[in-house]
């Protein structure tokens, strides 16, 4: 569900949750931030109230050394039980062909790769906007924050959306001619879109 989440939708707010007593391969706000950053989609940290969200936020802004994600994790797989759920865990994704795997200092590795310059550059707020919302109690601030940047995010998305449709309407005003019989304009659209959303700055970088 998760993965359907942060695949379907362009940002995702995560405030609070525990980082103990929890059943699954990782916290369920943790694996929410994680997904999300593989998506590559915008992520907004709401962590003054402590919990999963501080300890996501602080593992993508400190870069190395004991950060409460980790400190929690290793106090977390002292109980034996946590150990024999995370083999079943992974038996039943193996089973199930789901791809997921239990690696704790990947996830680790991967907040601290995205850091605070991608963080601000996915969700369209400062480092100062993202310390702030990451660490302030206060719900207008917090609210004022997160309106400023989803607006942003908006913009940006939009225009990127009306660059691919005039780039497209472009290619497809006239329809070529190949012999005597012209092609359909669909089939056009149909190439000229699928080719520009696999090339930068819409689809992969090389």
């Known amino acids: ?32 931030a994680l997904e999300t950053i593989i998506r590559d989609k915008a992520l907004y940290i709401v962590g003054g109230f402590g919990g999963a969200a501080r300890a996501v936020y602080e593992a993508i802004v400190i870069p190395s050394g004991q950060t409460p994600l980790r400190e929690a ?39 601290k790769d995205f850091g605070p310059k991608k963080l601000s550059e996915k969700n369209k707020l400062t480092a100062a906007e993202n310390k702030r919302l990451a660490y302030s109690q206060d719900v207008h601030e917090i609210l004022a924050i ?39 304009p669909e089939i056009c659209l149909t190439a000229n879109a699928n080719e520009m959303l696999q090339s930068p700055p819409y689809g992969p970088r090389s």
Request: charged letters at 25%.
């Open 146 to 184: 997160l309106v400023r940047g989803l607006n942003q995010l908006h913009v940006d998305l939009a225009a990127q959306k009306g660059a691919v449709a005039q780039s497209v309407e472009a290619h497809t005003a006239k329809p070529p001619v190949v012999g005597s019989k012209q092609i359909s």
């Open 1 to 32: 569900m998760r993965q359907t989440l942060a695949k379907n939708y362009e940002a995702r707010i995560i405030l609070g949750g525990k980082l103990k007593g929890y059943v699954g391969r990782y916290p369920g706000i943790v694996e929410e």
């Open 73 to 111: 994790w290793q106090d977390h797989c002292r109980d034996e039980k946590v150990h024999e759920m995370h083999a079943s865990y992974l038996d039943l994704a193996k089973q199930l062909n789901l791809g997921f795997s239990l690696d704790h200092e990947a996830m680790l590795e991967l907040f």
